[in-house]
């Protein structure tokens, strides 16, 4: 609903979480059309005891510039200049573009230069290149496993993004996380005047809401009749949002 309605300025990719589930559902809104940079988190809690890892564990790293400024930095988040990760450091160029950026192409088919790179304290079993929800390339890993630098070539023929990503399947130590990971924010191409849609993705998250609604209709703990109303009316305007981008 948030996404919908205009109200969100990042996702929070990596949390307390399982991070590739999370980017699914993260990769769903980025087909609807929506631009939402990548964010991490862990917040503050006073007690770890039942959570596993450290404050700080997974971090979102955003390109500013050589000075820190708080008010440079907000901005580079809302832009999209962002990685987030609790281990791997990466690299990735699309088009000479960089994290964030735009890239316009007139209608037909292309093919787009990625350069990549990859430096982790721990091994890495995956190094891939997402482009709408899809991978689209894979960067072979070998030695160690902690280090990688590539170009590769990706073919573009329809409006969308690409993000690259890095994960093992398992956890490794030091990193107390359910295994490391890491995804930069999308670079974007657009493709003529192509929209960036689907119809599949869009249904989804209008049968989400749908659900809410019902569940929002049958409570009774409102503090006022007006209360829910205008609850019903905000899931409503997000629901039709997402079902005229299912059409």
């Known amino acids: 609903m948030d996404v919908a309605l205009g109200k969100v300025d990042y996702v929070e990719v990596m949390g307390y979480s399982d991070h590739r589930i999370t980017s699914e559902i993260w990769y769903r809104l980025l087909n609807c059309g929506f631009r939402l940079p990548a964010g991490a988190g862990t917040d503050a809690f006073p007690n770890f005891a039942s959570l596993r890892g450290p404050p700080g564990l997974?971090?979102?790293?955003?390109?500013?510039?050589?000075?820190?400024?708080?008010?440079?930095?907000?901005?580079?988040?809302?832009?999209?200049?962002?990685?987030?990760?609790?281990?791997?450091?990466?690299?990735?160029?699309?088009?000479?573009?960089?994290?964030?950026?735009?890239?316009?192409?007139?209608p037909g088919p292309h093919r787009l230069a990625a350069r990549?790179?990859?430096?982790?304290?721990?091994?890495?079993?995956?190094?891939?290149?997402?482009?709408?929800?899809?991978?689209?390339?894979?960067?072979?890993?070998?030695?160690?496993?902690?280090?990688?630098?590539?170009?590769?070539?990706?073919?573009?023929?329809?409006?969308g993004w690409y993000v690259l990503r890095a994960y093992s399947d398992r956890a490794e130590l030091p990193v107390l996380d359910l295994y490391p990971f890491a995804s930069t924010s999308p670079i974007y191409v657009q493709v003529g005047d192509q929209l960036?849609?689907?119809?599949?993705?869009?249904?989804?998250?209008?049968?989400?809401?749908?659900?809410?609604?019902?569940?929002?209709?049958?409570?009774?703990?409102?503090?006022?009749?007006?209360?829910?109303?205008?609850?019903?009316?905000?899931?409503?305007?997000?629901?039709?949002i997402f079902e005229a981008r299912a059409r």
């Open 58 to 106: 997974v971090r979102v790293f955003v390109k500013t510039g050589a000075a820190l400024d708080h008010a440079r930095w907000l901005a580079a988040i809302k832009a999209g200049r962002t990685f987030v990760s609790n281990a791997p450091l990466l690299e990735f160029t699309l088009g000479g573009r960089d994290i964030g950026d735009e890239i316009r192409l007139p």
């Open 116 to 159: 990549v790179g990859l430096a982790s304290n721990v091994p890495v079993d995956h190094l891939e290149i997402i482009g709408n929800g899809a991978v689209v390339a894979t960067i072979p890993l070998s030695g160690d496993r902690t280090r990688a630098r590539d170009t590769v070539l990706i073919p573009v023929a329809r409006s």
């Open 196 to 240: 960036v849609r689907s119809a599949t993705d869009a249904a989804l998250f209008a049968r989400w809401i749908a659900r809410l609604e019902a569940a929002a209709r049958a409570a009774t703990a409102w503090n006022t009749g007006e209360e829910r109303e205008e609850v019903l009316r905000r899931f409503g305007e997000a629901r039709s």
